[in-house]
């Protein structure tokens, strides 16, 4: 069912995002001056963030993507979340950050983390464009945050609301979730 036009409201425009992202891909790039640095993107989230985020790192770095999905309603998570794919490049020993749209409740972040730990990364570390941080129902903490927000639902930028809205290029929250 469409959102009516009345129930969005601009919370992140275009220009807000670009600027976060830029100053993220300069924080990576001075933490990482020798490259050879592996940005793990979280699809399908995260797709429009990793792509101009990359851009915005000057140190060598390589992509690699997993897809993880989280049971539950479009706008809860329920902790169970399944793997759809797997990375394809191996991690050990490679300085490894894993790009995220959006940090909520936490359990998909920690369930991937551990995951990928096991596989022994020389390093890391997670970046996250969004942190709903009073949400959060696991210890997790984003080493790098583009904005943060309290409560609400929102889309816009690779957000989506059943598939819906992910190609908005500002972000927007959703009234009446
Ligand atoms: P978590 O496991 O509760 O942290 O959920 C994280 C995932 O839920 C994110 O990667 C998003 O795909 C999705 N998600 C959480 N909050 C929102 C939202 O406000 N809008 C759209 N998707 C969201
Ligand atoms: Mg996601």
Redesign the pocket.
């Known amino acids: 069912m469409p959102i009516p036009q009345e129930n969005m409201k601009i919370l992140f425009t275009r220009e807000r995002i670009a600027e976060e992202i830029k100053r993220i891909g300069q924080e990576i790039s001075a933490d990482y001056p020798q490259g050879n640095i592996l940005l793990v993107g979280?699809l399908?989230?995260?797709f429009l963030f990793i792509a101009d985020l990359i851009r915005e790192i000057t140190t060598p770095s390589m992509v690699d993507f997993v897809r993880?999905a989280?049971y539950g309603s479009d706008?809860?998570?329920s902790?169970i979340?399944e793997f759809r794919k797997e990375l394809e490049m191996p991690i050990r020993d490679r300085d490894v950050i894993i790009i995220?749209?959006?940090?909520?409740?936490?359990?998909?972040?920690?369930?991937l983390f551990n995951k990928l730990l096991l596989q022994e990364p020389r390093s890391l570390k997670i970046c996250t464009l969004?942190d709903?941080r009073s949400?959060?129902?696991v210890e997790i903490e984003a080493d790098y945050i583009g904005m943060t927000m309290d409560d609400?639902?929102?889309?816009g930028y690779g957000?989506?609301?059943d598939e819906h809205y992910r190609n908005l290029p500002d972000i927007y929250t959703?009234e009446g979730?």
Request: proline share 0%; aromatic share 10%; with cysteine.
């Open positions: 979280v399908k989230g995260s993880l989280s706008t809860q998570s902790g979340i995220e749209d959006i940090v909520d409740s936490g359990y998909t972040l920690e369930c969004i709903k949400r959060r129902e609400g639902f929102i889309i957000l989506d609301y959703v979730f």
